[in-house]
């Protein structure tokens, strides 16, 4: 059973989280990241993304250029995958396609661990993702553990492109921040995605 197939029900009850909603987990104050000219303007398409209104075309022209960012802001120290095969556990439906990953390593061939961001695309609905990221977020831990890197905690993101909603999976809680972020501004994105690489 592919990650899509996910409700947050199911994955809630498949892997025994627990969810915690409307709460905020980056840190109160985040020094804003200024965009490069570069995404700026790659970002001058934004309108022609919105238009067009299929979640291919936000992937393209909005959430890859906004992810490369974090990559070049890190000194291209990771990794960013899009549309990668992620089969962590057939047995339990771990497994199909992630929209984006993101691993804390350079290498671009193969996903290496610690994977520490899932962001899941879609076209307007964002509650719609939230079952399938949580899914593909559990997978990311249990390689992590395969892999002994585990990390404290995995982050995942379900975003429009112009909306951007953001949780976190430590242990067995998932945390879900129920604020949708608008995108522009860019500088708070960048800086929440940046965070989150770095934090986990």
């Not at 962590?88 to 396609?97: C, F, I, Q, W």
């Not at 995942?156 to 995108?183: A, M, N």
Request: contains cysteine; hydrophobic residues 45%; proline residues 6%.
């Amino acid at each position: 059973m592919p990650y899509s197939q996910f409700t947050i029900e199911k994955v809630k009850q498949d892997f025994h989280l627990t969810t915690v909603e409307g709460v905020r987990f980056f840190p109160d104050f985040l020094e804003p990241i200024i965009p490069s000219l570069r995404l700026q303007g790659i970002l001058d398409d934004l309108p022609w993304a919105i238009a067009v209104d299929t979640e291919k075309a936000r992937s393209e022209v909005i959430i890859n250029p906004v992810l490369l960012e974090v990559r070049r802001i890190l000194g291209r120290q990771i990794s960013v995958f899009s549309g990668e095969e992620f089969n962590v556990d057939l047995s339990v439906g771990l497994n199909g396609v992630c929209d984006f990953l993101i691993s804390r390593s350079p290498e671009q061939l193969t996903v290496e661990a610690p994977t520490i961001v899932i962001v899941e695309a879609k076209k307007s609905d964002l509650k719609s993702g939230l079952g399938q990221c949580i899914a593909e977020m559990v997978a990311a831990q249990r390689f992590n553990q395969a892999k002994e890197q585990p990390l404290t905690a995995v982050y995942g993101c379900v975003s429009s492109g112009t909306q951007w909603r953001f949780l976190k999976l430590e242990s067995q809680t998932v945390t879900i921040d129920l604020v949708d972020y608008p995108l522009p501004p860019l500088e708070q994105i960048l800086s929440f995605l940046v965070w989150m690489v770095k934090s986990g």
